[in-house]
């Protein structure tokens, strides 16, 4: 093989071949015997065409024509590269040189350019992550899984050109940077790429001589994995071009950089793709410390690689594309310092953490008399009633104990506070302290031998020896060494890379700033903290409890907080909860909470025993409904609700056999269960039900059996079985129907639905049931039950979920002479159901949505995300439709407007981005394909628009 292996400092410009479409036909036809159309791609430094047969239109194969300046040895190296790791994976998808007629598609070409080389690679099936649209973190772990098993498979590769010196080649990053920089024209960019290449120098200097060298692919990418049609995961690596000998880590590094230009990425998304790389190819303790320093090289190579190459061949329209992708790899690399991302990297892989900062010197204040340690984390009382949404709730508490007697208050570093924490975030918040807050009774002098210097105003440093902290506050710079009084003051370890260290982390990085800033409450004479043990919440739930008691998501956030539409986790991040409608009126409302204190010390007791409460309860619940539904029953549940419905049914009839509607859920007792036919609840629901309970069509005019104007015919044919049941003489006791299809994500029933199957079942003596549990109360906006806006009554309702605001309370209403009917079956009690304190809780509910206005806010603010989202559907072929009224509400997705065939799987990642978002959200009905849309009734205007906003950007950028 001929030539000299390329030497980038040799040849600095690298411009790519531009033959025309004409030509290449042409050579192909007559080099390589075929007859094919070419689509050009893009390419850095090479020139690419996609070969179609010119009879089949059938992808032949990928056309490279070789940028001149590489040898025939480093193309072959490059071929046996490949080679080399489609043998010894398998699964991997690995293109290979393609067979044609005349031979492997392989060879020099004379062009009227100059001599090219040209083979013909496979066309591998499938798409590539190309663009900045969202990758999950499955994806990021599987990047991370491709860059070791490719690794893994070349660790033995050796050959004659991988000496070859490339741009890409981490090792010669700073060779790259002090070559490309003085050509760049834009002094900003200059400046910027300088600043992040000499601190990423300056971080991989004590490790890069003892780094590991091997063979490698060194260009895993976005743009080079592919993912086989209608898959999320990549299966496939090409593209190896960039074959060399270089660090072993800078395999990850690379791979990494690539995914930081994608919507919604931050250096912390990144670290699945680390774990997964170091569970295949472990990373040594140099190689973490080299990591992403090389990360941030790589930005800085591909800013001015690109910028370069674009000024050099202003036609490459695939590297001016890439600009503001690779400023962005830098932008977000350079973002967090890289000592802070090594911390971090060691704590994602299990690593014990290098040697924080500690303070060895005497403490620089006196010994205090009172100290008061604050708690500002999600359970703290401190953050009750809505408190932590003021920003200054902490302060207040801290000067309370000041006035109390307390010398000095303290915040501890590290400790989630959630006190003044954003509402609706996108990502995850600062709520992590890096430092100790401080709040003095008086002006407190710094001991007389520290060094103190104004660094800014509002901030000093403080330094004992070789020791320094950092003091901010208002008026510290101004008080000669004294500390204020009464002022905020959030100290810190200074370090020499991170000398303006953020007062709030997130804590998705926390344990990386705290490797490097350590805790300073010793240097105050304060206790350090100590990092808080490992208590894994989901294992031990998933220990002990049920498997079948499932959770949501696979891995979510633990919620220990909630506060009207808002649910609040224990780092402090607060999520918006768009799918809870037990918390009806709000999480956590103070008349409810003041309700259940207050019954609690009098009174908590059974049924039985004869208090107010309940009477004043069942007197205003059935103050909302008809005036012949006169008569309560209460339980502790909507399951117990439908349970004792049907069994009234049974009672009042003396039959068995009752009517459901297929798709619904009612319950988990054995009779709601009985009537429940949602294979999303239960896949053998059908097959499964007992012999007396007869079903009819799920009446979903949008995507059931008749559809559109035709769904007029679900009454008729619910009739014509009612009518034929009792025909055979086993007229059924009654019916039980949601008023509303929610288990469907909400569907209105088709008009008049309900007046035509009520009229034949009590024709034939039977009982109409409305379960009201998921849409009752206020919910619809337009209505406060269900029932009315078919304009029917009822002969049983049966209600639970927000009647109660999350305490469990369910209640059954019907005429007196049907409730009468139950002594036929014995007694009924049910222990807690309308106990004291579920009454006064029910009371306080009813009061709240009349009070409150609540209904109206849910017709209101229901109508205008409505409006939103049937935007969206306008915007996004997914979207199939918009079910629902008020604040009930199902956004249905599909694959297909015409087939309607259910986009399961993809609603189920766009929930999962949504939570990443910080929405909560979750799919319904029996193809799971519906996002089911029921907030607490108090959900805001703001609160809906910023829903609906995320909802579109995932719906653009991808889940």
Known sequence: MSGTPFDYFAQVELPTPTLDVAEVLHLVSSRFGLDVEARSLGSQQDQNFRLFSRDSGHPLGVLKISNPVFSEAEIDMQDRAAAMVADHDETLRIPRIVEGPLGPLSDWWETSEGRFHARVIENISGSTLMGSDYLSPAVVERMGELSARVSVALETFEHVATSRVLQWDLRYARRVVETLLPLEPDASVRTFVQQSAERALRALEPVQNTLPVQAGHFDITDDNVLRPVGERLPDAVIDFGDVSASWRVGEIAITVSSLLHHDGATPATALPAVRAFHALRPLDDDEIAALWPLVILRGAVLVLSGRQQVRLDEANSYADAALDREFRILSVAASVPSDVMTGAIRDALGLEPGSAPSWSAAPLLDSFGRVVALDGGTVSPLNDDGAWLRASSIDDAAIAQLDTGAEAVFLPAWSAVLAGAPTRTPSAPATIPTGTTLWLASATPILASAQVSRMRPGVISVTVGDETLTISGAGVDRAGGMLPARTRLCVQHASGETPDAPHLVSADLAAGWRSVLGDPAPALGLPAGEPSAPDDVLARREAVLAEVQEHYYSVPPQIERGWREYLVGVDGRVYLDMVNNVASVGHAHPRVVEAAYRQLRLVNTNSRFNYRAIADYA???????????????????????????????????????????????????????????????????????????????????????????????????????????????????????ETYFGNAGGVALPDGYLSQVYEAIRRHGGIAIADEVQVGFGRLGEWFWGFQQQGVVPDVVAVAKSIGAGQPIGAVITRREIADRYRTQGYFFSSTGGSPVSAVIGMAVLDIIRDEGLQENARVVGAHLKNRLEALGREHDIVGTVHGSGLYLGLEFVRDRETLEPATEETAAICDRLLELGVIMQPTGDHQNVLKIKPPLCITRESVDYFADQLSRVLATGW
């Open 619 to 737: 007197e205003r619940v059935a103050a909302t409904l008809p005036d012949e539904l006169d008569t309560v029953f209460f339980v502790n549940s909507g399951s117990e609700a439908a349970d004792l419905a049907i069994r009234l049914a049974m009672a009042t009839t003396g039959r068995t056999d009752m009517v459901a509607m297929r798709e619904a859920y009612h319950g988990w007792t054995f009779a709601s269960d009985a009537v429940s036919t949602s294979v999303a609840d239960n896949p053998s629901a059908l097959s499964t039900r007992p012999q007396w309970v007869r079903t009819v069509a799920a009446a979903n005019s949008y995507r059931g059996e008749l559809r559109g104007a035709d769904s007029s015919g679900y009454g008729p044919q619910a009739v014509q079985l009612i009518d034929e049941l009792a025909a055979a003489g086993t007229p059924p006791a009654g019916i039980i129907c």
